[in-house]
Structures are given as C-alpha cells and as structure tokens.
C-alpha cells in the first residue's frame, strides 16, 4: 500500500535559520514524489517534484531511495515560507493519482 | 498557464438536496481530473479519478451513487452530492492533470456546508 508519512505536524524556527521538513514513503514499486504548499487562503500550488530536480525559493528535495524519504530543505527560511506543506507520492505510469501525507505547518517567525 | 477553477467556491444546502460542483481547467486540456475532500486542518483525501469520457474510479469507502462524477469534456468534471447530510460538509477540491504530462493542477476548492 502506498503511504506517506510527515512526522511533524507543526514546525516553528526563526527567520534565516535551516529549516527541514520530513517525509518518509512506503511504496513497493517505483515512486514520484512531490512537494505541494498551501499559503494561507490559497490553492495548492506544486512546490517541487523530485524528477525535476529544481529548487524552487531556495527549497531542494532529494529522494533517497534507501531511506524512502524526501525531505525538504531550505538552507535559510523567510518569513513568507509559512504555510503548509504536504509530502505526496504518485505510481510512475499509473493512473497518477497522489497520496498525500498530513502535512506540515511551518511558522517562520521574525 | 495551467489555472484550474471551481465554481461555486461557497454553498449552502439543505440536508436532502443535492448540490453540483464544477472543476474547469482554463487553459489546458486534463485527460484525467481528481476530486479531494479536505476537512479542517487534515490532509487532502482522494475521493475519485474522473477520466474523459468513461466511468470515475472510486477510492475505498466513497459512495459512488453519493458523488456522481462526469467528465464529459477535456476541460470539465463535475461532482453532484446527492441527498446531501450535515457529515458531507466538507471542503472540496479538484485537480486537473495536463494530457500527456505527471504534475496535477489544484482548483481553488469549493467549502459545502449542509443544513
């Protein structure tokens, strides 16, 4: 069964300080994963997605195949970073459709 | 590019009545489109994939004869709550994948609430 699995409901740091929001997977085949932020009052937006290999406002993701996770990274965290994120996971060449994990609310403060 | 819309964003119903929510993708054609149940503070769970032109894939647990799905166009699905009850508020969410392409494109939601 696919799972997805953010262990940190809520995370708070200070403004330019690393922040790292986990994601572990549980998938027997061969995953895609994604990174997907909510703004207060906003759609869901896709952040990143590991096929890509972006980084997207200073946020990179690396998938670890041997850990199955997909952290997020950011080295120094801005005060508009606040939101949710959500870790999510899609079959390659399924039907595509996401898991999403709980999510992670991320508070930069000043 | 890649705007996906829903309409109404916000309704109100009566328990009994049945209410429709349209998921538009704007500036693309979507193969295939997703509706979401979010409630408050949790996570996003899929209810159903809506491919073009054929039946909707139900998730576990969703009522099918409950939500009716159609998705008759590339560029619209449509999800009916029949006889809707207080326990269907909830907001709803669509997302519309690009033909031929992985990533999903989220609507902004519609919030039901029921009478």
């Known amino acids: 069964a696919q799972r997805v699995t953010q262990p940190e409901k809520l995370l708070s740091v200070f403004k330019g300080a690393p922040v790292e929001l986990k994601c572990n997977y549980s998938?027997?085949?061969?995953?895609?994963l994604f990174w997907y932020v909510q703004y207060s009052r906003q759609r869901l937006q896709l952040l990143l997605r590991?096929?890509s290999r972006e980084s997207i406002k200073g946020f990179t993701a690396d998938l670890n195949k041997g850990e199955t996770s997909f952290h997020l990274k950011k080295p120094f965290a801005q005060e508009e970073d606040s939101a949710m994120y959500y870790c999510a996971l899609s079959s390659q060449g399924g039907s595509e459709k996401l898991v999403f994990g709980k999510g992670t609310k991320l508070t930069v403060n000043p | 590019g890649a705007v996906v819309s829903q309409h109404p964003s916000w309704v109100i119903c009566k328990s009994g009545t049945s209410v429709k929510i349209e998921c538009r993708s704007l500036?693309?054609?979507?193969?295939?489109m997703f509706w979401y149940r979010q409630f408050p503070k949790q996570s996003l769970m899929l209810m159903a994939t809506?491919?073009?032109?054929?039946?909707?894939?139900?998730e576990q647990g969703v009522e099918k004869d409950k939500f009716l799905i159609n998705h008759a166009s590339l560029t619209l699905s449509t999800l009916t709550v029949t006889s809707a009850h207080p326990e269907d508020s909830s907001f709803y969410i669509c997302?519309?994948?690009?033909?031929?392409?992985?990533?999903?494109?989220f609507g902004p939601g519609t919030r039901l609430t029921v009478t």
């Open positions: 809506s491919n073009e032109g054929s039946k909707a894939t139900y």
């Open positions: 500036d693309f054609q979507a193969t295939t």
């Open positions: 998938y027997s085949g061969s995953p895609e």
């Open positions: 997302s519309a994948r690009r033909t031929g392409l992985g990533e999903q494109y």
């Open positions: 590991h096929i």
